[in-house]
Structures are given as structure tokens and as C-alpha cells.
């Protein structure tokens, strides 16, 4: 199991950095959240700073762990770990990809992640929903007392 930092990378204005891989990588044309594989004595953390600086160009700080998605890919499996992270300096230039985006959250499904990430976009999409659910809840509490 090959381990894969990718970043869900938010601006001031908590747009997300989407980036999609190249030809000739391994899934080319899909989006992803950008990262790659830990190294060996490597922390997530400082795999995910590193991958980014050394694929863009730019610095982040990383918040918090938000969820793993394991995925079997016919040559090799990977556990895809997602961490929020805040993008803090730097103009992107892109390595890795040929083209990256800033997306408000509740856009993510319009784009063709890589099978891994799909969970992550789902949870992401799902989370957005829950403050809407609560206000609705307290709206029907009120109309019951
Ligand atoms: N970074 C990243 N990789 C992903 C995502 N989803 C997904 O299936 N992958 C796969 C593609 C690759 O097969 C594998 C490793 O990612 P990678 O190609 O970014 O690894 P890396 O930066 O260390 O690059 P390299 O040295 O292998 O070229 O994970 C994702 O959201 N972000
Ligand atoms: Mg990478």
C-alpha cells in the first residue's frame, strides 16, 4: 500500500486549489488535490508542505486531518490521506499539472477527480450541507414548541 499525502488547500476567501495531472503521469487529464508519497521518516504533515513547494511553488500550512480513502488501482493500491491546509505565500507554478483552480467547495463534484479522491470530494460536499440541515432542525424545533 503506497501512502499519498493531497491537500485540500484553501485561500482568504476559502476557495479549494484543484490541480490536474499531466500526460504522461499516472492518471493523467483527472483533477486531484495535490500531494504525493510520504517518504520514509516522513510525517504527513511534512510530506504535504514539501510536495507542494516542490509541485507549485507555493508555502502552506497544514490545519488538519480530514479523512483517508483507500483505492485499488489495477497496478497499484493507494491510501490517499487528506489533510486542510491554509495557502499562506508564493505564485503558483505548475511541475506536475497543466492546470490548476481556485473552486468554491460546493463546485468540486463539476470535476473529474481520480476514482481515490471521490469520497473526499463527497465528504467535502457533505459537509457543506450540515449548517443548512441544523438551521432547518431548528426551524421545525421551533415551529413543535
Ligand atoms: N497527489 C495525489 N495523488 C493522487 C490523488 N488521487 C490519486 O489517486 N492519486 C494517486 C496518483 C498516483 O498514482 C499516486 C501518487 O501520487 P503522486 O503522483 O502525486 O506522487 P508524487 O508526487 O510523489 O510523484 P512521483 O514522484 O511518483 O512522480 O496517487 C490525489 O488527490 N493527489
Ligand atoms: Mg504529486
Known amino acids: 500500500m503506497i501512502e499519498v499525502t493531497a491537500g485540500i488547500i484553501q485561500n482568504a476567501s476559502k476557495k479549494v486549489l484543484i490541480t490536474r495531472r499531466k500526460a504522461g503521469k499516472h492518471l493523467a487529464g483527472f483533477w486531484e488535490f495535490p500531494g504525493g508519497k510520504i517518504e520514509a521518516d516522513e510525517t504527513p504533515e511534512v510530506c504535504l508542505a514539501r510536495e507542494i513547494m516542490e509541485e507549485l511553488n507555493i508555502g502552506i500550512s497544514v490545519r488538519s486531518h480530514f479523512m483517508d480513502s ?4 489495477d497496478t497499484k493500491s493507494i491510501c490517499l490521506k487528506g489533510y486542510l491546509a491554509d495557502y499562506l505565500e508564493g505564485d ?8 490548476y483552480k481556485w473552486v468554491a467547495q460546493s463546485e468540486l ?4 477527480f481520480a476514482p481515490a479522491d ?6 467535502l460536499m ?3 450541507e450540515l449548517p443548512r440541515d441544523i438551521k432547518k432542525l431548528k426551524s421545525l424545533a421551533k415551529e413543535l414548541l
Open 126 to 128: 457533505h459537509d457543506l
Open 118 to 123: 471521490i469520497p473526499i470530494v463527497k465528504k
Open 70 to 73: 483507500t483505492y485499488d488501482y
Open 109 to 112: 463534484s463539476k470535476y473529474e
Open 92 to 99: 503558483i507554478i505548475l511541475t506536475d499539472h497543466d492546470q
